[in-house]
C-alpha cells in the first residue's frame, strides 16, 4: 500500500472509532494484537506509530501510554541486544551455536499478566540465556528479567533421515546424496523443548514427555498435537495410535515421511480456550534460539 492509502484507512478506522461506545474493550484487543505484531516483527512500525498518534489525538496521553511503552521497549531491547553481540564478540563466547534473541519488556507496559510456565528449556538454550542474563543484571542494577518459555519460538535446522533407500528427497528442500532432507522448523519454545528429547531416544509416550519437559499437560497436548496430527506431509512426528486424541501411554516417533516442499516450515500450535476469548497477559521478555539436535531419523540444529 501506498502512503496515501495507508492513511486513507487509518481516517476511515478512527471514523469507526469515534462511534466505540466501549474504548477500554477496543484498548485491550488493540494492545494485544500490537504485542503480537512487534514482538513476531510483523509490524509496520511507521503505520502503527500513525493509528497511535491518532488514537492520543483523540483519547488523550494517557490512553496511549502503554501503546508508546511498548514501542520503547523494542528499541531498547534492540540497543540491549547490539551491546550483547559485543561483548560475546570481546569475550570470544560463541553461546554454543545459538543464535539467541531476547526482547526485554516492561512488565506494565504489555497485555501478558499470566504466571510464568516452567518447563525444561534444552541446556543449550537455557545456557545461552543465563549469559544474556548474567550481561543485562551486571548492566542494569536492581532489576530483575522472568523468563516467559511460554512465550518464545526457535527456529530449528531439521534433518529427515529417509525410511528407505529409495525415498528421494522433495523439490524445494535442502537435501544430500544420501536422501537426507534439510528443513528450518520454526516452533515454539514448548515444541521445542520436545523435539530435543529425540536426539537421546526414537520414541516417547506422553507420560514420559510430561516429565522430561515439565511443560503443562494441557500444553503439551497442544504441542504434540500440532506435530504429530496434522496433515500427513507435514507431521514432524508420528504418533501410535493414528488418533487425534492423547492419553499417557500414546508412543511419539520421529519421522521419515515428512515431505513439506518449502525449506522453511512453521508447526503452530492448536489454539487454546483462551486465545479465543482473549485476557489481559504479563509479558517480560521473548526468546528467540537456535538448537542443536541429532536422532537416527531425525535432527535439528
Known amino acids: 500500500m501506498t502512503e496515501q492509502e495507508i492513511e486513507a484507512v ?11 461506545q466501549e474504548k477500554d474493550v477496543f ?71 545459538v543464535d539467541l534473541s531476547v526482547r526485554v519488556l ?19 538454550a537455557l545456557r545461552a540465556f543465563e549469559c544474556f542474563k548474567r550481561f543485562y543484571i551486571n548492566a542494569h542494577t536492581g532489576r530483575q528479567l522472568t523468563l516467559q518459555s511460554h512465550m518464545g519460538f526457535a527456529d530449528l535446522h531439521a534433518q529427515f533421515y529417509p525410511g528407505s533407500a529409495k525415498e528421494q528427497p522433495n523439490e524445494g528442500a535442502s537435501a544430500g546424496s544420501s536422501g537426507i532432507k534439510k528443513h528450518i522448523l520454526q516452533v515454539t519454545s ?21 516429565h522430561e519437559t515439565m511443560i503443562p499437560e494441557r500444553e503439551l497436548m ?15 512426528l508420528v504418533k501410535e ?24 516450515s512453521k508447526s503452530k500450535p492448536l489454539p487454546s480456550r483462551e486465545s479465543r476469548n482473549p485476557k489481559e497477559k504479563r509479558r517480560d521478555r521473548k526468546l528467540t534460539r537456535t538448537g542443536s539436535m541429532r536422532s537416527k531419523r531425525a535432527s535439528y540444529e
Open 190 to 210: 514448548f515444541q521445542m523443548c520436545i523435539l530435543m528429547l529425540f536426539n537421546r531416544r526414537d520414541a516417547w509416550n506422553f507420560e514420559e514427555l510430561r
Open 106 to 124: 516492561t512488565t506494565g507496559c504489555w497485555p501478558v499478566h499470566a504466571p510464568p510456565v516452567n518447563c525444561n528449556i534444552p541446556s543449550q
Open 10 to 20: 487509518l481516517d476511515r478506522c478512527m471514523i469507526l472509532f469515534r462511534y466505540l
Open 241 to 264: 495410535p493414528k488418533s487425534r486424541e492423547i492419553v499417557p501411554t500414546h508412543v511419539f516417533g520421529s519421522t521419515t515421511n515428512f515431505s513439506q516442499s518449502y525449506t522453511e
Open 27 to 97: 484498548e485491550r484487543y488493540y494492545k494485544q494484537h500490537l504485542a503480537k505484531r512487534l514482538l513476531f516483527n510483523k509490524s509496520a512500525s511507521d503505520a502503527e506509530k500513525n493509528m497511535i498518534s491518532r488514537l492520543k489525538t483523540e483519547c488523550g496521553c494517557q490512553f496511549t501510554t502503554k501503546l508508546e511503552g511498548m514501542f520503547k521497549d523494542m528499541v531498547l531491547s534492540n540497543s540491549t541486544m547490539d551491546d550483547f553481540r559485543n561483548h560475546l564478540q570481546k569475550t570470544v563466547n560463541t553461546l554454543d551455536g
Open 222 to 236: 497442544r504441542s504434540l498435537q500440532s506435530l504429530a496430527c496434522g496433515k500427513a506431509s507435514q507431521r514432524i
